[in-house]
């Protein structure tokens, strides 16, 4: 997301919540903890009207790790159309910039009908990223048997540093072909909500409805001054989509304990992705799918594989692999902070963002440049801790006890 998002999501307001309401929705904390460096007090608990959130311990040296991977993204869109090949068929599902998760299952259900187009039964999956695990577990429910081929499989996946957040149209399109893809984006965004929704209230919490709240220190509809960004003006459909997630509240003060005078609470799904992926790449394996590890320098070494169809979902990796130019690599860089089961909320603001997933709190720098055409994925750390500490200055000041 980046800052531009940050305001068109916050400034969505389309509910004002009553307080009964806003205690009606609050979680429940766990018991806080009070070891040394935790940088955020408790909200007073039992303040009437208050929401109660867990602290967030935001220290650098919680950090568990830097995770740097280039989002691939094409002006018009992502590729999903057949080419013939030799004697082959190859549907092609890649470019899917920054909603690759949040997309896959719609696209990959598009690809799979243009592969069940040519009749075949058993399917060639190039890539195990979150499109060539959806287009293979896909294909395996329609009855074909299917092989993955990839270089890589998870956690060694560009997949596996996403964000993990329900973000059908980041960086997906640029504006100006936007017309032409918002009815394609609609059912791919439908297809993939309605599928996830389906894969709630599983063991390990694959995917989680979650409310974050918005940070700012002045009112969410007050005009910005123009953003400084080296990226295009990107093609923005969630609108469409609107009836799909729930509003965003505008939080009165003294019903959140945060010190910033304006804050908005949204509700959001979430992808913890590490449980996710395992659990594609196990129901995979389980319902008699077959991974074969191997690199394709070159399309022709496609034409020995035994599937006459194959569904080539390379991600970035098929600029290389099919010549294909036109997807740029969009940098982007996450740290995550040692989890904290208690913290169940995610933070955002108009320069960072905190996901609070499974196997760590995300924490994400917007409004940095030098990232669009950028494939350096070089982990830059000083980043990401300056990140943490705007995160710990964001809570520092929230109600203590
Ligand atoms: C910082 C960041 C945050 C993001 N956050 C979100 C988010 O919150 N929500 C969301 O929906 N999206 C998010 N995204 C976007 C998302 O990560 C991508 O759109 C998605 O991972 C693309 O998946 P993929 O399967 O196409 O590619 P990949 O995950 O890159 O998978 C490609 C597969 O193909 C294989 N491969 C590549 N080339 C070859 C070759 N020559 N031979 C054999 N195998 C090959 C690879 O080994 C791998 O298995 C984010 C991206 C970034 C950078």
Request: proline share 7%; with cysteine.
């Amino acid at each position: 997301m980046q800052r531009r998002q940050f305001l068109r999501n916050a400034g969505a307001t389309l509910a004002v919540a009553s307080t009964a309401g806003l205690v009606a929705c609050a979680r429940q904390p766990l018991a806080p903890t009070s070891k040394a460096g935790t940088l955020v007090s408790p909200p007073i608990a039992g303040t009437p009207g208050m929401v109660e959130l867990a602290p967030i311990r935001a220290q650098t040296d919680r950090i568990t790790g830097v995770y740097v991977c280039t989002r691939p993204f094409r002006a018009a869109g992502p590729r999903i159309e057949t080419q013939r090949l030799g004697e082959k068929t190859i549907v092609h599902n890649y470019g899917h910039g920054g909603s690759g998760w949040s997309l896959s299952w719609g696209s990959s259900m598009l690809a799979l009908r243009m592969a069940q187009d040519t009749g075949v039964h058993k399917l060639g999956v190039i890539g195990c990223g979150a499109l060539g695990l959806t287009s293979a577990l896909l294909a395996q429910r329609a009855g074909m048997s299917v092989c993955i081929y990839a270089k890589a499989l998870p956690p060694d996946v560009y997949s596996m540093r996403a964000s993990g957040l329900w973000t059908p149209d980041s960086r997906i399109c640029d504006a100006q072909h936007a017309p032409d893809f918002g009815a394609r984006w609609e059912t791919m965004a439908r297809t993939s909500y309605g599928m996830y929704q389906t894969l709630l209230g599983l063991p390990g919490r694959p995917i989680e409805w979650i409310d974050g709240y918005s940070l700012s220190d002045t009112p969410f509809n007050q005009p910005q001054p123009p953003e400084v960004s080296d990226e295009p003006d990107y093609g923005e459909f969630r609108d469409r989509v609107r009836d799909l997630t729930p509003r965003t509240i505008d939080m009165p003060a003294g019903s959140h304990p945060f010190h910033q005078p304006y804050v908005h609470r949204y509700t959001t799904m979430m992808f913890n992705i590490s449980t996710y992926a395992r659990m594609l790449m196990t129901d995979f394996l389980t319902a008699g799918g077959k991974i074969e590890v191997r690199e394709f320098d070159h399309p022709h070494e496609l034409l020995k594989l035994p599937e006459r169809t194959l569904i080539n979902a390379t991600g970035y990796g098929a600029r290389a692999l099919f010549n294909d130019n036109s997807i740029i690599p969009v940098r982007g860089q996450t740290a995550r902070l040692i989890p904290q089961p208690e913290v169940t909320y995610g933070i955002s603001s108009e320069h960072i963002s905190m996901v609070p997933r499974s196997d760590g709190l995300l924490v994400q720098a917007f409004g940095d440049t030098g990232n669009f055409n950028n494939s350096d994925v070089t982990p830059n750390r000083a980043v990401s801790e300056a990140a943490v500490l705007q995160l710990a200055s964001l809570v520092s000041r929230t109600r203590k006890s």
